[in-house]
């Protein structure tokens, strides 16, 4: 069975700084992907990034880049320049044909 | 990008009814969809994987005759809670991918408070 790990509850960040969320998961398969998606106070997911797992070029959208670690089973997300928007609930997710099995969830705080 | 809608965006019902909430892909045809629960400050978890024309697939501990699924055309997925109880209380959240793509896109969830 898959397994996604979230450690951290919660990250709080100053605006235009930096912070990186933690993910790790457990799978046996060698073909699936990762996500990172962000839900807002409004509970509507939105797809932040997406990375295939045989790609070994980590993936980068904007301000949102991850580092994949398939070895080690990690998929980290780095948000750069936070801004307020920023600021939700993020969930890391495997997904292998369709369905996704989501972490826990942290929580980014984001202060001006 | 494909969207994705869910009807109704809430829902107040007793205990003892029955509610179903749609789930459409508005500009694109899935022949897989996807239902998940969220309870408040929780993560999302996969209840079934409703196939078009086919009987769903449950994930383990999520009662079928509780949750019935149907997915009768490509664009339409619905979830029924029979014979709902406060405990069935959640946000519940359908997604859907437009042909093989590892990437899904959800819709905007349905909270069910019963009373």
């Known amino acids: 069975a898959q397994t996604v790990t979230q450690s951290q509850p919660e990250m709080s960040v100053q605006e235009a700084e930096t912070v990186t969320l933690s993910c790790t998961y457990d799978t046996s398969e060698s073909d699936y992907y990762l996500f990172w998606y962000k839900q807002p106070p409004s509970r509507q997911m939105i797809l932040v990034i997406r990375?295939?797992?045989?790609?070994?070029q980590n993936a980068t959208e904007n301000r949102f880049s991850v580092n994949f670690q398939k070895a080690a089973k990690s998929f980290s997300l780095k948000i750069s320049d936070s801004q307020l928007g920023d600021a939700a609930m993020y969930f890391c997710a495997y997904g292998s044909w369709g369905k996704l099995q989501f972490g826990a969830g942290t929580q980014v705080v984001v202060t001006p | 990008g494909a969207v994705v809608s869910q009807h109704p965006s809430w829902v107040i019902c007793k205990s003892g009814t029955s509610v179903k909430i749609e789930c459409r892909s508005l500009d694109f045809q899935a022949t897989t969809m996807f239902w998940y629960r969220q309870f408040p400050k929780q993560s999302l978890m996969l209840m079934a994987t409703?196939?078009?024309?086919?009987?769903?697939?449950?994930e383990q501990g999520v009662e079928k005759d509780k949750f019935l699924i149907n997915h009768a055309s490509l664009t339409l997925s619905t979830l029924t809670v029979t014979s709902a109880h406060p405990e069935d209380s959640s946000f519940y959240i359908c997604?859907?991918?437009?042909?093989?793509?590892?990437?899904?896109?959800f819709g905007e969830g349905s909270r069910l408070t019963v009373l």
């Open positions: 409703s196939n078009e024309g086919s009987k769903a697939t449950y």
């Open positions: 990375q295939e797992a045989y790609k070994q």
């Open positions: 997604s859907a991918r437009p042909g093989s793509t590892g990437e899904l896109f």
